[in-house]
């Protein structure tokens, strides 16, 4: 049993996902922290990893999450992480991915981003 750390960076410009490179077990006890500002155009206000409260868009890859969020996404499930998630489960084993939630095609005009760190058990990985 070793702990490990991951971080990176996801860009609110990016479409994307970042992959980090890590495939997780379902059931596995992960603790993902997140900084920082990002925002949805110019006319609107930086926002913190929660995204704008009560914003959503049904063309955004989490449809359910609000606007400008960053999503930790296996599979094909979203979950916001907000500022972060304690003992976080994977829902399915597979690979770990961040997103910054805004409508499909229209990130070009966002900026900022969101920090990110995975604290994990190497004994939860896959492989």
Wanted: proline residues 5%; aromatic residues 10%.
């Amino acid at each position: 049993m070793a702990i490990q750390i991951w971080t990176g960076r996801v860009e609110a410009i990016q479409e994307a996902p970042i992959n980090t490179g890590l495939n997780f077990r379902q059931g596995a006890r992960v603790t993902i922290v997140s900084s920082g500002f990002a925002r949805c155009k110019d006319e609107f206000a930086l926002v913190g990893p929660s995204g704008y409260l009560e914003q959503k868009r049904t063309i955004a890859p989490a449809p359910e999450e609000n606007i400008g969020a960053l999503l930790v996404k296996t599979g094909r499930i979203y979950t916001a992480v907000g500022g972060g998630l304690l003992n976080w489960s994977p829902p399915t084993d597979d690979n770990v991915e961040f997103v910054y939630n805004d409508s499909r095609g229209a990130y070009d005009d966002n900026a900022g981003g969101f920090d990110v760190t995975i604290q994990y058990d190497d004994e939860d990985l896959i492989g």
